[in-house]
């Protein structure tokens, strides 16, 4: 059974970091791509980042480029966002998601999510 | 950027009714659309995938049409499990998006 966990949510001061981890289990970690996806308190589904199963390959929404560093650890089964200057607008549940048949999207497992709260 | 544009914003129906929900593209975007099922406090769950393939686990009650920049989703006999927001997302052009969501409330 695929499982994603994320943690690593909080309150964070505006300019502040944070990092989220999504723990991994149920597939061939490294075969497939992963993504965040985030969404703000009452709002739609924002993408934010992808990373390819090697790692080799990231990618970024404009709103967060040169802010937010996906990464991932394929010997730990392990997914990461660094996320830095972090801004009120940031503030949302952040999911991990699978990417579907080895590309970046459909995401065809998701995690259960983890807040994001950037306030003073 | 594409954008997708989903109508009805929100969708009142009675269990045992049909729903159709509809997402459009700001330009072709091909099949590569997919659509997801959201409950309240839960993540979302892919239902559909290059907009006629039914995800693992779905019910053939749940279908889904279109290309190029119009795409529907079809319910063809709603259970009380549902009613919840559903979101299209495209994968035709980089970025992904995601269109804003259709509510699917019990009448």
């Known amino acids: 059974e695929v499982q994603l966990v994320e943690s690593g949510g909080g309150l964070v001061q505006p300019g502040g970091s944070l990092r989220l981890s999504c723990a991994a289990s149920?597939?061939?970690?490294?075969?497939?791509?992963l993504s965040w996806v985030r969404q703000a308190p009452g709002k739609g589904l924002e993408w934010v980042s992808s990373i390819s199963g090697a790692g080799g390959s990231t990618y970024y929404a404009d709103s967060v480029k040169g802010r937010f560093t996906i990464s991932r650890d394929n010997s730990e089964n392990t997914l990461y966002l660094q996320m830095n200057s972090l801004r009120a607008e940031d503030t949302a549940v952040y999911y991990c998601a699978k990417g579907a048949r080895g590309i970046i999207t459909p995401f065809d497992y998701w995690g259960q999510g983890t807040l994001v709260t950037v306030s003073s | 950027e594409i954008v997708l544009t989903q109508s009805p914003a929100t969708l009142s129906l009675s269990p045992g009714e049909r729903a159709t929900l509809s997402c459009g593209a700001s330009?072709?975007?091909?099949?590569?659309l997919a659509w997801y099922q959201q409950k309240p406090g839960q993540a979302p769950r892919l239902l559909i995938y290059?907009?006629?393939n039914r995800a693992t686990g779905v019910p053939a009650r749940f279908s889904g049409s279109g290309s190029g920049t119009d795409f529907t989703l079809t319910i063809s006999s709603l259970e009380p499990e549902d009613f919840a927001v559903y979101y299209c997302q495209q994968r035709g052009n980089w970025p992904p998006t995601f269109g804003q969501g259709t509510r699917l409330e019990i009448k």
């Open positions: 149920g597939f061939t970690f490294s075969s497939y791509a």
């Open positions: 290059d907009a006629s």
């Open positions: 330009q072709s975007i091909s099949s590569f």
